[in-house]
């Protein structure tokens, strides 16, 4: 078994659960208050998903507007970044037109990522439980294929190729390929950073290394494969975070039916409990808002300056968002939860080692805020705040 290394560094949607009431340490008042909210924003996410009166929908939101601002108790923080949501998706269908990124803000971007990284075992967690389900699948293989749907900016791929040196022999030289997707709206300038600063890290660990960029259209192609095997000894493995596929506006079962055509040794799959598809547009979007504010709710307990906080939800949490009510309105129609879609598509899950287990386990002592904790659930291993679901990670096979 090879183990990776340390880096430094359902209930009702519409109504807010008694058990979440008594961990949080809300009070009746402040119970109203969020009741108060969750009621309005569903009731304009109703009508931005029927079409049928914008203006109506608009006129709730200018209320919120009275109640809500990013400088508050992190549920009225996350409300806030969905009412925002909405108003530019209603921007956005009224007047036919995509919000355009700003260029500029990547190195914003990158700095909230980092702070992010920093005070919150979230990444780490994900990136190291991930990578150590992979490596032990993967063992006896040197030439290994990352299809990745989400690379972000490398993280998880440095650390993967930390570990694969370590354990190559003297006769062969590990080798490394990453495909990525990308939409043409992602941002090139990103993935270009992301993809200098892996082939600098695969030359300093002495490992053979390939990176291709492919566009998601590709995957509505029938004809379209990756390209053929190096060689026999190469072996596939697939990275797909459940929020990529809101984020790319694709329906799931295309993605499904790709991934098993490649025929790849391990899926891992990262879920932040946004990802609710059998929930109609409007309770999805109550249920995405608890889990941002859970979210919140331990940064806080990370006691950031506001500056760095602001930083991290203006350019992290918000714009993540954003892409989690444009994606579910793109498809609105109520389908199978994710995992099982993947169950009836003849994926099945793999359990996480005991090692894995105790690594995350170890990630979460490390983190200086206390109220983290780990928990099994069936084969997946979860990342709990105050008891309260933050991500979980879970492994799958063909």
Known sequence: ??????????????QL??????????????????????????????????????LLAQSILARLNHQLSPIG???????????????????????????????????????????????????QFTNFTCNQALLEVLDGFDQVHIVDFDIRYGDQWASFMQELALRSNNNRTPSLKITTFASPTNDHIELGLTRDNLIQFASEMNIGFDFEVVNIDVLASVSWSLPFRASDNEVIAVNLPISTVSN????????????KNLSPKIVVSVDRGCERTDLPFPSHLIHALQSVSNLLESLDAANMTPDSLQKIERFLIQPGVEKIITGRFSF????????????????????????????ALCVIKRTPIRGFHVERRQSALVL??????????SAWRC
Not at 248 to 259: D, G
Not at 385 to 391: A, I, K, P, T, Y
């Open 73 to 123: 108790k992190p549920f009225d923080r996350a409300a806030f970044y969905f009412k925002e949501a909405l108003q530019l998706l209603i921007h956005s269908v009224v007047n036919n037109m995509n919000p355009i990124a700003s260029p500029f803000s990547l190195i914003f971007k990158i700095g909230a990522y980092k702070s992010f990284s920093e005070v919150s075992p979230l990444v």
């Open 332 to 359: 609105p129609e109520k389908t199978q939860h994710w995992r099982s879609q993947f169950v009836s598509s003849g994926f099945s899950p793999l359990t996480f080692s005991n090692f894995a287990e105790s690594q």
């Open 17 to 54: 659960p008694s058990s979440i009431k008594k961990m949080s340490g809300i009070d009746e008042l402040d119970h109203h208050h969020h009741q108060g909210i969750i009621d309005q924003l569903f009731k304009a996410a109703e009508m931005v998903q029927s079409g049928n009166n914008p």
């Open 1 to 14: 078994m090879h183990k990776t290394p340390f880096l430094d560094s359902p209930p009702n949607p519409l």
């Open 248 to 259: 790319y506006q694709i329906p799931l079962p295309l993605v499904i039916r790709f991934i």
């Open 384 to 393: 709990c705040w105050q008891h309260r679901e933050l991500v979980s990670a």
